[in-house]
C-alpha cells in the first residue's frame, strides 16, 4: 500500500540553526500538507500546497518557515532559524480524495 | 479556538466491551469527518469518515455517527480488542485546501 515517507525520524539541532524536513508523498496526490504536534498537545495545521504554491497557512506558519517541491517526489519543509519552541513531532501528509495520509513524523528537537 | 472538541482524554474498556469515543465541534464549515488512531512515535492513522450529508458510516468493527443538529458525532468500536489501545482524534475538513482541524485525542486502552 502506498505510504508517505519522511526523513530524518530525529533531527537535533541547535537553537538559530537551519533545518529542512523531508516527506515523500503518495505519487499520484496532488495537495499536501505539513502538520505538527508539540508534546501533550493538538496535532496542528501548518501549512497546505498545491499546484507548487501554497494553498493556505496557519498563524503557526511564519516568515522562518517555508516550504517547496524541488522536484516531482519530494516536499520539503525549511525552518530557518529554529526556536526553542520549534521542537515538536513534524508531519507531513497527502490527499487522496476526502482522506489525508500521514508519515511516521519527524521528531525535532531544538537545543 | 477549539472548533474541535474532544472532552474525554482517556477511556478504558474491558476487552469485548464497546467503546464509544465521542467529539464535538462548533464550525458549521465542516462538511466532512475522520477519525485517526495514533501510536507513539507514528503518525496518524485513519480509521473511517463520514460526509456530513450521512448520519452513520459502518467499517467492520467501526461505526461512525454524525448528528448535524447536535454538532456531535462519536465512534464506535465493537467488540473492542487489546490492539485498539491508542489515541483517537477526531479531525474535521473545512476550506478549499481541505485542511484538517484536530481535536485533542482520546486515549483509548482495552484491557484484557
Known amino acids: 500500500e502506498p505510504e508517505v515517507t519522511q526523513t530524518p525520524s530525529h533531527q537535533v539541532t541547535q537553537m538559530g540553526q537551519e533545518v529542512i524536513l523531508r516527506c515523500v508523498p503518495i505519487s499520484n496526490h496532488l495537495y499536501f500538507y505539513w502538520y505538527r504536534q508539540i508534546l501533550g498537545q493538538k496535532v496542528e495545521f501548518l501549512v497546505s500546497?498545491?499546484?507548487?504554491?501554497?494553498?493556505?497557512k496557519s498563524e503557526i506558519f511564519d516568515d522562518q518557515f517555508s516550504v517547496e517541491r524541488p522536484d516531482g517526489s519530494n516536499f520539503t519543509l525549511k525552518i530557518r532559524s529554529t526556536k526553542l519552541e520549534d521542537s515538536a513531532m513534524y508531519f507531513c501528509?497527502?490527499?487522496?480524495?476526502?482522506?489525508?495520509?500521514f508519515g511516521s513524523g519527524t521528531q525535532l528537537s531544538v537545543l | 479556538d477549539q472548533q474541535v472538541k474532544q472532552n474525554s482524554p482517556s477511556l478504558s474498556v474491558q476487552e469485548g466491551r464497546i467503546s464509544i469515543l465521542n467529539c464535538d465541534y462548533t464550525?458549521?464549515?465542516?462538511?466532512?469527518f475522520l477519525w485517526y488512531k495514533k501510536y507513539p512515535a507514528e503518525g496518524p492513522t485513519f480509521l473511517i469518515s463520514i460526509s456530513s450529508i450521512k448520519d452513520k458510516n459502518e467499517d467492520g468493527r467501526f461505526t461512525v455517527f454524525l448528528n448535524k443538529s447536535a454538532k456531535h458525532l462519536s465512534l464506535h468500536i465493537v467488540p473492542s480488542q487489546p490492539g485498539d489501545s491508542a489515541v483517537y482524534f477526531c479531525a474535521a475538513l473545512s476550506g478549499s485546501a481541505r485542511q484538517l482541524t484536530f481535536g485533542s485525542g482520546t486515549q483509548l486502552t482495552v484491557l484484557p
Open positions: 500546497f498545491y499546484n507548487n504554491e501554497i494553498s493556505e
Open positions: 501528509a497527502s490527499r487522496g480524495g476526502e482522506k489525508l495520509f
Open positions: 464550525n458549521s464549515m465542516f462538511d466532512y
